[in-house]
């Protein structure tokens, strides 16, 4: 018998985050197993290829450096070269010719060497085809020189002078440009590779945030739903959760679930139902004294209208069926409550007295109480409840031979008292015992299934437990107070009026 109930899951509904819809356009209809597979492939792959790539870079930066190395020697090299030249126009000397000439080769077996390190852009290719051409013109006018083709102070030779300097400067000038464009990449490439890490950063941290955003909503929320229906049915409040169709994990769990909270309900049931038979069983033998009574004043009665056959004065005669009449109606009334009692309904609510359930109650279990225990009886005549009246008294009968069982000495008292509390609408019910009370460590505990605190054999610790669950299906509460040691005391509160629940 379930109750109707749903409990929501406030994670599942909900149109999903910009985020969300950009993981869910890229991995449409897959299982959560499949998401998660590629939540982990996908930055496996991109930080692939941000490897591979990054490695590239790398690859050309050293390079880039080398060249650079070689550019800053060969512009070096020529600075050499213009300073024997500068020797060479002051003194004349032959080996301040040969040095710049030594110095001269130097710069072109190092250009050579860079044009054969790596395929060279076309920027770079103009370049070193314009230092060449440098180098040579430079040369050609060192030989004129030498060769004293030009008369020493001549126009001439002045000409030859001036054409040297200016090759020497756009020698340096394009040495200079070549250092100065293999700066410029490497900064073009340290540049590009963090521009790269920085993206593939961001990337990866969105796509990380939106499977987390994802997963999380799925699975995490959907778990601690989980668990928290799973605390709700420990208290004994069976409800089932509402299954988004979602076509994964997720749906086949929360249906999983649900199978497992209807199929708890109905072990839960067929508990009570054994546990109610148990009690019958216990009552029983206090119940057949009950009907002893009776049966023994009209089988006396009927003895004595016997014997008077025919000479009974009519007036006696009506008397002693009467008798009879009534102990027929007080067995009848005391099997009815059996039959009550033992008998499986289905939950339903209807307005009834109070006093008159914790009275057939206390009929039911006044042959179970030792004689010297007192049952006192406190509520209300005009106090009505929505009421399943079957199960409060179940409820009662529970509480009742708990406390009697709870009472040692010979002499004690357990008494059932109502009042109303305006203020909260609700009828408040104590069932208050003179026995050994609860240990405080216990309170909180009680009322979980088969805790017992009585001995092996003596008890199940299904009693409570069901009180618990039939206060809860009335929609109220019930908790065990501090009394210090003396006795224990039971407090029921149930709304005055509640609307009625169909079949549970």
């Known amino acids: ?94 080996e301040d010719y040969d040095e710049a000439q030594r110095f001269m080769d130097l710069a072109r077996s190092s250009l050579r060497a860079m044009a054969d390190l790596s395929p060279q852009p076309r920027a770079r290719k103009m370049l070193d085809e314009s230092l060449s051409k440098n180098l040579d013109a430079y040369q050609e006018f060192t030989l004129r020189l030498r060769s004293q083709a030009e008369p020493p102070g001549s126009e001439a030779s002045a000409r030859v002078r001036d054409a040297l300097r200016q090759a020497g400067k756009d020698m340096v000038d394009t040495s200079l440009a070549i250092k100065n464009s293999e700066r410029e990449r490497i900064l ?42 799973t605390a709700e049915i420990g208290q ?101 409550g059996l039959l009550e009692f033992s008998r499986a309904k289905d939950f339903s609510l209807k307005r009834v007295s109070l006093d008159e359930v914790a009275a057939k109650a206390f009929r039911l279990v006044s042959s179970q109480v030792p004689s010297g225990i007192a049952l006192i009886k406190d509520i209300p005549p ?9 199960r409060i008294q179940e409820a009662f009968i529970n509480l009742l031979l708990n406390a009697a069982q709870a009472i ?26 003179t026995g050994t009370g609860i240990p405080d460590e216990d309170l909180g505990k009680i009322f979980d299934p088969f805790y017992t605190t009585k001995e092996v054999g003596k008890g199940t610790g299904l009693g409570l437990s069901i009180v618990f669950g039939i206060i809860e299906k009335h929609k109220g509460s019930i908790i065990a107070e501090r009394t210090g040691g003396k006795g224990a005391r039971f407090v029921i509160r149930l709304p005055l009026t509640q609307e009625p629940e169909g079949p549970a």
Do not use: W
């Not at 941000?50 to 020697?73: F, I, K, Q």
């Not at 005009?382 to 079957?390: H, I, K, Q, S, V």
């Open 1 to 94: 018998m379930l109750e109707g109930k749903r409990l929501e899951i406030p994670n599942i509904p909900g149109p999903p985050t910009m985020a969300e819809k950009s993981i869910l356009s890229m991995l449409p209809h897959l299982t959560i197993r499949q998401k998660v597979l590629a939540g982990t492939v996908i930055p496996v792959v991109l930080f692939s290829v941000l490897g591979v790539a990054s490695y590239n870079y790398l690859v050309r930066l050293e390079a880039s450096l080398t060249h650079m190395e070689m550019a800053d020697d060969l512009a070096n090299t020529i600075l050499e070269v213009r300073r024997y030249e500068k020797n060479f126009l002051l003194y004349a000397h032959d």
């Open 382 to 390: 005009d106090l009505a409840l929505d009421l399943d009246a079957a």
């Open 188 to 229: 073009r490439l340290v540049s590009s590779l963090m521009r790269q890490l920085v993206i593939t950063g961001v990337l990866l941290l969105s796509f990380g945030t939106a499977m987390a955003m994802l997963l999380g909503r799925k699975i995490l929320r959907a778990l601690n739903t989980i668990a928290n229906a």
């Open 236 to 336: 004994g409040r069976f409800k089932t959760l509402d299954v988004p169709r979602t076509n994964d994990e997720t749906q086949r769990v929360l249906e999983a679930f649900n199978r497992m909270t209807r199929e708890l309900e109905r072990r839960q049931d067929q508990l009570i139902q054994e546990k109610k038979l148990s009690s019958l069983g216990v009552l029983t033998s206090g119940i057949a004294h009950q009907l002893n009574n009776p049966l023994n004043n009209i089988s006396t009665s009927c003895q004595i209208l016997q014997e008077e056959q025919g000479e009974c004065d009519p007036e006696f005669a009506a008397r002693m069926l009467g008798n009879i009449q009534q102990e027929v109606l007080r067995a009848r009334d005391i099997v009815k």
């Open 408 to 433: 040692p000495d010979p002499t004690g008292s357990i008494t059932v008292s109502a009042r109303v509390d305006e203020k909260t609408h609700e009828a408040v019910i104590a069932v208050e015992d």
